[in-house]
């Protein structure tokens, strides 16, 4: 059984930065898609950031609109670790944010999941 933990969520002022962190316990493959969610309270959970395997060796990224050019999603395969670099933090960066695995893509709910990490950014 695969668990994820989340780590590295706090308060911050905007303009800020925060590094999360997702430790992956149990045995995921290189091949899996890595991924960061995030849910604002009163809001539907929304995509991040995704880390997919693009079959040569190499990973496909790609991140939400709002994100772009502030965001960074990475991964330590050795670690079972993937990674959300996050820069020039907004107020409405605000939210818990949550890490999945998964085969496919997106990851569905019977995918793994963790518990969430909350970020706070302050104006």
């Known amino acids: 059984q695969v668990q994820l933990v989340e780590s590295g969520g706090g308060l911050v002022q905007a303009g800020g930065s925060l590094r999360l962190s997702c430790a992956a316990s149990g045995r995921t493959f290189s091949t899996y898609a890595k991924g960061w969610f995030r849910q604002a309270p009163g809001k539907e959970r929304e995509f991040v950031a995704g880390?997919?395997?693009?079959?040569?060796?190499?990973?496909?990224?790609d991140y939400a609109d709002s994100v772009k050019g502030r965001f960074t999603i990475s991964r330590d395969n050795e670690k079972n670790t993937v990674y959300l670099q996050m820069n020039s933090l907004k107020p409405e960066d605000t939210a818990v944010y949550y890490c999945?695995?998964?085969?496919?893509?997106?990851?569905?709910?019977?995918?793994?999941w963790g518990q969430g990490t909350q970020v706070t950014v302050s104006s």
């Open positions: 999945a695995s998964s085969r496919g893509w997106p990851p569905g709910e019977d995918d793994y």
């Open positions: 880390s997919r395997w693009s079959g040569s060796r190499a990973y496909y990224l």
